[in-house]
C-alpha cells in the first residue's frame, strides 16, 4: 500500500521556542518576508529591481509597461505568499496578512477570463502561451501559485487566491492534455505534479489528481514533445553541447525508465516528489520504485555531505556518479529544498528514517548556509571549499562565490528557504490517527489529538550540539497511542527513559516506537550519543580521497581560514586526536566548535624558485585545527574554507 | 651585455641518429609533412577541410569563392612551410621543394600592389584591413609568413618567399608605427616581434628592427590601442566577463610592468620571446629584466611538471600563482612549444641552464605529448589527470580529451610541432667561434668549425632512459675550443672522463665547461646518475599535496587505467619502495616502465549504500604499480591516467 501513512502536523499546532531554530524563525519572520515584500514591490534601492508586482499591476491593466524580469519572475511571489501562510499558521500577523491580501487582489486582477494567469504572455501576447512549455516555466509558475493558495487557505480558510489558481488549474487543464485538440505537453521546470496533489486533497476534484499524473506520464513519452515544440518554434536548443540533452528536463525518457538522476537538480527532486505524489495517489508500484532509485541514485552517489546536490555549474546539474568535487561545485540552495521536498514524501508512504535522515542533513547545512546569520545575504552556490582567489580568477568558478551576495537577479533561493524554514514544524513532527513521529529534535510545545484526547508535548533539548532530549506530556486523560522517534543514522548509541525508567526498545525502521497507555506528566528522555564522528566519503569520490570530514550530530563542519591560516591544503588532521568541543556563545551567534590536533606542512622548507623538488618526507609544525559549523561560514572575514581535511 | 652569445647550429650540420628521436624524425618526415600537406590542399577526406590553399588561390584570383576556416588560417601554410624548411636542412628532398615552391608560387600571387598578404582581408575587402589588430591575426599571420620565409631562404637559398615576405613587412611598416598618420596599434597575438628580429639578421635593415621594437613598446601604452579600436569599430568585448580583460593579449599595461605571465598562454610566451630578442638586440636591461621576472612567474609558479602551461580553458590561460590542477587543465602543445622559445632566447643572452632545463621538460613530455606514436592524431589539452567519463559528462572539461584527436579546426598545435621537432638539432646544440654548447643528449653527428679547424662529434647516448653520453672527436688537427656539457636540474650526481680519465671540473651557470686543445680521438664520457626520482609539488600547489610524481631524467611518468586498473585515485605508492626500471621494447614504441610497490584503497569495506560513513583507518591490498612515461599516455586503450599519485 503505497498511501502515506503520516502527514505534517498543522504548523499551528507547532509552538518552537528552540535555541538554535528560534534564530531561523525570527530571521524568517523579521527579516526574510518584510525584506521580500519590499522587494517585490520594488522598494529596495541597492538591488536590481524585482518587477515582479509591477509585472502583475501591467497585467491587471492598473498600470502601463512591459514585463520585465526573468520568464518566471511571477513566482517570487507565490513563493512569498507560501512563507508569509505558513508563519500566520504558528505567528497570527494582521499586517501581514494585509499585505497578503494586497498581493492576492493584484495577482487576481491579473487572471484573463478563461481562467489564465501568467503575466509574462499577458503582457507579450497571449497568443504565444503555451507554445513553449519546456523553456517558459507558465506551468511552474502556477505550481508555484498553487503552493501559495494552498498555504494561505489553509492559514486562513480565505478562498480569493484558492479560487484564482483553481480557476487557471482548469484553463491548463482545457488546453493541455491526453484529449485530441489539446497540447500533449508537461512543465519543462517541475514543480506543478506535487502543487497538483496538493490541490486534489483540499478539493477532492480527480480532474486535479488527472492532471498531475498526466503530467507524470506523458513525460519523456514518444514523439518528444519538447523536440516538438521545438521544431514548430524554429527554436534551437541551448544545451545542444550538453551530455544531458533533453534529460536536463528530466524529459528524454519515460520517468518510469529513469534509473539516474540526471539534469537540473532543482527540476530533478521537484520532479521526483511530484512522482512519489501520484504513485501515493494511484498506488502506483511502478512509479514508486522509480523514486525509490531515484532516490538511491542521489543518495548513495551524487549526494554532497552537506546534503547539497547538483554538482555542476553548467545547467545547475548532476553530472556522474561519485562525482563530487568540492570547490566547482554547484549545490544550489533549492535543490537540498527540493531534496527535503522529494524525502518527506517517501518517508509518508515507507515510515522509514532513512529519509528523514537526508531531511536532516539537508536542514541542518546545505540548507541554512544559503543565508547569512544576519538573514540579509544568500548563497545560491553552497561550495564545500573555497579559495577566494580562485572564484575571482578561475573562471569555471565565477559562481562560486565566497562571500553570501545581498539578492540575485534570478532570486529563487532566498524566498524558497524562507518556505522551507517556515514550515520547518511539519517537518519535525508527523502524524496520524494514533502515531506522533517525531522527526527533528527542535524544542517547542506540539499539541495533538491522539488517542482520544488533547496533549501538549513539551520538547527540551540542545539538539544539534547535544543529543538529550526530554519530552513532557501533558493530557488531560490517560490515552493509547505510540510517539515513534528516529535514531538519526549518525547515532551509533543511545538510552531511552520513560519517566526515568531506561526502556529497552529495539528500533523499527530507524524508530523507536514508544506504544503504550500514556497519561498526564509522563516523561519520555532520549538520550543519544553525539560524540565528534569523522567521516570518510567512498573513495571512488576521487576529490576525497584521503580526506575526513568532521560532524556532531547532524552537523557538517569545516575550516576556515579566519581560524586556522591560509593555504588550508596545508593542513592535516591526526584522525587519533581528541576532539575538544566548546559552545562559544559570542561566535556566530553561538556555536559548538570542535578544536582537534593536526599539522600543517612545513613551508620553510620551500624556496621562492622551488616548484617541485626531490620528495622527501614532508616536515609538519603541529597546528591546532579549530573547525566551525559548515552553515555558519562565511559571516566573518572573507577566506579559505574547507569540509573536506587531509588525515595523517 | 645582452648580446646572444651563442646561435644554433645550422640544422644541416646535425645529423641525428638516436633511438628516441629517430622516431619523431621519421614521423616528421614520413607522416606530419607529407600528411599535413594533404591537408591543407583538402585532400583528406575524413576530416574538416582546411581551405588554407584555397583561400590563397581565391585571392590570388586563381579561383573562385570564399574565405573559409579560421580568420588566421593562413598560417597553417606558413607554418608547414617552415617545418618543410627545417625539414630540407638536414633530410635534402627535391620533391618535397617542388611542393613548397608550388606553395610559394601560390602564396606570392596573392600579394597586392602594396605588398598586403592576408586572404581574409583580401577576399573579404581590403577596405578593413587594418582596422581589427586585436583579434583578426594578420600580424600573426604575417609572423608566421616570415618565420616560414626565413626558414626557407636559410634551408635553400631561394629568396622568393623572403621578397614576399618583407614586401608585406615594408607595407606594415608604411600603415602601423609611430608616425602621425599611421596606427598606432599592435598584434592582437604576438608572434611577428620575434620574426622580425629573425628577418632583421638576415636583412640588417633597421626598419625590421625598428618595427619589432615598435611592437613591444606601444603594447600596453595609453590610450589602450584595443580600446580605440573596440570602440572605433563598435564590437563588444569577447572577454568582458573575465578577470584578465585586456590582459588576454597582455595589453593592458606596458610590458615592462608587467610582473606575471597572464592571458592567452601561447600569446604570452610568444610576447616573451619577442621581448627578449628586442632586448637583446636593443641592449634593454629594463626590458630583460621583465622577461626574466615573466620567465620566473612561469617557472616558478605557474608550470606544470610536465613543462606544460596555461591552467585554464577559458581564454587558453593563466589564471593565477600555484593554481595547477590536473584534471581541468589547459596546458596547449603549442604554448609548451612556445615556452621553449623564449627560453632558447633567454638561454642565448645569459648563457644559464635553467633556461634549458625547462625545454628539455617541456621536449620530453608537454610537447610531445601532443602527438600519437603513430603521428597521426593529436592533442591540443594535455591533461595530467583524466577520467574518461568525466570528459564526457563534465562540461567544464570537455576540452579534455581522453584520445588524441585527427585534426582540429583550429589546427595550430600539428604544424607547430612539425616546425619544432623538425628544428630539435638546432635546440640541442648551440654555438659560437669558441664554443660548443651540449644542451639536449641525443646521438648523432655534429659538424662544427671550432679554433680553426673542423670536427665531427660522435655522440652515443641512450638518453632519457640512461644518462651515459660518450662523445668521440673526429678532427684533422689539434685545436683549442670549449665544449659546455648541460648538467640539467634532475642531476644530482654525475662524472666526466677525458679519454677514460675522470676530470675534475665545477659546472659554470649549470654547464661543465671543458676547454683544452681538442685532437682527434678524444672521447668525452659524461655519466649522469639517472636515478627514478619522486617529485613534491609546492605546498601551495592544492591539488598536489600529499602526492608524488615519479621522473627519471627528464621524464616524468604516468599511472595509467590499462596498467593499474581503474579508480586511480584509490592508489598510494610507498615513497620507500624499491622502483625497478625495465625497456619494454615492444611496449609503446619502446619506453622504460617503472614498477614500484603500493597500496589500493580496498573497495570491499563499501557497501553500495554507503556514500559517507565513520572513519576508519583506510584497508590497504598491496598492488604493484606501473608507470609509463607521460608522452606516450593514451596510445593504448581509453582510461584514466595520473601523474600525480598519493603516497602513504
Redesign the interface.
Given at each position: 500500500m503505497l498511501n502515506k501513512k503520516l502527514e505534517m502536523l498543522p504548523l499551528k499546532n507547532v509552538k518552537i521556542n528552540d535555541p538554535f531554530w528560534n534564530h531561523y524563525m525570527d530571521l524568517v519572520l523579521n527579516q526574510s518576508i518584510p525584506y521580500q515584500w519590499e522587494v517585490l514591490n520594488d522598494r529596495v534601492e541597492d538591488i536590481e529591481p524585482s518587477h515582479c508586482l509591477q509585472n502583475f499591476k501591467i497585467a491587471a491593466g492598473m498600470q502601463e509597461g512591459k514585463f520585465e524580469g526573468m520568464v518566471f519572475q511571477d513566482s517570487d511571489i507565490y513563493k512569498w505568499i507560501e512563507a508569509a501562510a505558513y508563519t500566520l499558521e504558528w505567528h497570527p500577523d494582521k499586517e501581514l496578512e494585509r499585505k497578503v491580501d494586497e498581493a492576492v487582489d493584484i495577482i487576481s486582477a491579473a487572471q484573463q477570463p478563461d481562467g489564465y494567469l501568467d503575466t509574462y504572455y499577458i503582457i507579450n501576447g497571449l497568443d504565444k502561451r503555451f507554445t513553449c512549455l519546456m523553456d517558459n516555466h507558465e506551468l511552474y509558475c502556477l505550481g508555484h501559485m498553487i503552493e501559495g493558495a494552498v498555504a494561505y487557505y489553509n492559514a486562513t480558510g480565505k478562498s480569493k487566491f484558492l479560487d484564482t489558481a483553481i480557476r487557471c488549474v482548469n484553463c491548463v487543464s482545457e488546453n493541455i492534455g491526453p484529449e485530441e485538440g489539446k497540447k500533449h505537453g508537461y512543465p519543462g521546470h517541475e514543480i506543478i505534479e506535487m502543487a497538483l496533489i496538493r490541490l486534489y486533497k483540499i478539493t477532492g476534484d480527480k480532474k486535479h489528481l488527472a492532471l498531475a499524473k498526466y503530467f507524470i506520464d506523458q513525460r519523456g513519452q514518444e514523439p518528444l514533445y519538447f523536440l516538438q515544440e521545438m521544431k514548430s518554434n524554429g527554436n534551437s536548443f541551448y544545451w545542444k553541447?550538453?551530455?544531458f540533452q533533453l534529460m536536463y528536463y528530466q524529459a528524454g525518457m519515460p520517468v518510469r525508465e529513469q534509473k539516474d538522476a540526471v539534469g537540473h537538480a532543482v527540476r530533478a527532486v521537484y520532479l521526483y516528489s511530484g512522482m512519489a505524489d501520484v504513485a501515493s495517489e494511484t498506488e502506483d508500484k511502478e512509479l514508486f520504485d522509480a523514486c525509490e532509485r531515484l532516490w538511491?541514485s542521489i543518495?548513495?552517489?551524487n549526494?554532497y555531505?552537506t546534503g547539497g546536490i547538483g554538482s555542476?555549474?553548467?545547467?545547475e546539474a548532476f553530472?556522474?556518479d561519485y562525482?563530487l568535487p568540492n570547490d566547482?561545485v554547484y549545490a544550489e540552495t533549492c535543490a537540498s529544498i527540493g531534496l527535503i521536498f522529494f524525502c518527506r514524501r517517501m518517508f509518508e508512504i515507507t515510515k522509514e528514517s532513512r529519509y528523514i535522515d537526508i531531511c536532516e542533513q539537508a536542514f541542518y547545512n546545505g540548507t541554512i548556509s544559503g543565508v547569512s546569520l544576519d538573514g540579509k545575504r544568500f548563497f545560491y552556490v553552497n561550495p564545500l571549499e573555497v579559495?577566494p582567489?580562485?572564484c575571482?580568477?578561475?573562471?569555471?568558478k565565477?559562481e562560486v562565490k565566497p562571500t553570501r551576495q545581498k539578492w540575485f537577479a534570478c532570486a529563487c533561493c532566498p524566498p524558497n528557504l524562507a518556505r522551507l524554514l517556515a514550515s520547518i514544524g511539519g517537518y519535525a513532527y508527523e502524524e496520524n490517527e494514533s502515531e506522533l513521529y517525531i522527526n527533528l529534535y527542535i524544542s517547542g510545545d506540539v499539541n495533538t489529538s491522539l488517542g482520544g484526547t488533547d496533549e501538549t508535548f513539551h520538547v527540551e533539548t540542545r539538539y544539534p550540539w547535544n543529543g538529550d532530549v526530554r519530552i513532557r506530556i501533558k493530557q488531560p486523560q490517560k490515552a493509547a497511542y505510540s510517539i515513534a522517534l528516529r535514531i538519526p543514522n549518525w547515532c551509533?548509541s543511545y538510552s531511552i527513559r520513560i519517566n526515568g525508567e531506561i526502556t529497552d526498545c529495539d528500533p523499527e525502521k530507524g524508530y523507536l516506537m514508544l506504544t503504550r497507555e500514556f497519561e498526564d506528566g509522563d516523561t519520555i528522555e532520549l538520550s543519544m550519543d553525539m560524540p565528534i564522528?569523522?567521516?570518510?566519503?567512498?573513495?571512488?569520490?576521487?576529490e576525497d580521497?584521503?580526506k575526513?570530514?568532521i560532524t556532531k550530530g547532524p552537523v557538517v563542519y569545516c575550516l576556515e581560514q579566519e581560524d586556522n591560516g591560509a593555504?588550508l591544503?596545508?593542513l592535516l588532521i591526526d584522525?587519533d586526536s581528541k576532539f575538544v568541543e566548546a559552545f562559544e556563545p559570542d561566535l556566530l551567534d553561538g556555536v559548538m566548535t570542535v578544536s582537534a590536533d593536526g599539522y600543517r606542512?612545513a613551508?620553510k622548507e620551500?624556496k621562492?624558485?622551488?616548484?617541485?623538488?626531490?620528495?622527501?618526507?614532508?616536515a609538519l609544525i603541529p597546528q591546532k585545527l579549530k573547525f566551525i559549523p559548515y552553515y555558519a561560514w562565511a559571516n566573518r572575514s572573507i577566506g579559505e574554507m574547507s569540509v573536506w581535511v587531509?588525515?595523517l
Open positions: 553541447k550538453s551530455n538511491e543518495v548513495y552517489r549526494l555531505i555542476s555549474e553548467y545547467g553530472t556522474f562525482d566547482t579559495d582567489e580562485a575571482e580568477k578561475d573562471y569555471h565565477r551509533e564522528r569523522l567521516v570518510n566519503a567512498n573513495p571512488f569520490v576521487r580521497v584521503g575526513v570530514a593555504q591544503q596545508e584522525p606542512i613551508e620551500w621562492k624558485s622551488d616548484l617541485y623538488k626531490s620528495y622527501q618526507k614532508p587531509r588525515h
